[in-house]
């Protein structure tokens, strides 16, 4: 089935959204799709890669655009590594990178909750992925 019409099925069932599709289509089919999470979405804006506050669809579009055929794999898990480890939404490691230098300063982020109090520990925890792709991924 075409890459346009296997996307649009998938997106048709309860609770499967672009990204979704996306993983499925590539990790499962190897098609040209490179699912965009927050991770991959933080790293490609702050490299102007893709657009800042760009919806979701938008920046499917743009990074499949940006993403030569066969390179989806390789290209979607290098910037949701590098997101997970030097990339940080809150405290960006940007001086252990070589290209540091040229990377722009990240916007500022709220560090504390709509009232003015710090965040819970809870709401700064975030769980660690699971099973062979989060091998993959954290290695």
Known sequence: ??????RDYLTSLPGVGRKT?????LFAYG????????HVSRVG????LLRAGA????????MLAL??????????????RHGRRTCHARAPACQRMRAGAHV???????LTARDGTAPAAAEVARPQ??????KAITA
């Open 45 to 48: 804006t702050r490299l102007h």
């Open 31 to 38: 098609l040209h799709d490179v699912p965009v999470d927050t």
């Open 55 to 62: 919806p979701f669809n938008e920046l499917h579009d743009e």
């Open 21 to 25: 599709a996306a993983c499925v289509l």
């Open 1 to 6: 089935m075409p890459l346009e019409q296997a």
């Open 67 to 80: 993403t030569a055929p066969g390179q989806e794999l390789e290209l979607h898990v290098n910037l949701l």
């Open 104 to 110: 722009p300063e990240p916007r500022p982020v709220r």
């Open 129 to 134: 992925p699971r099973g062979s792709t989060a």
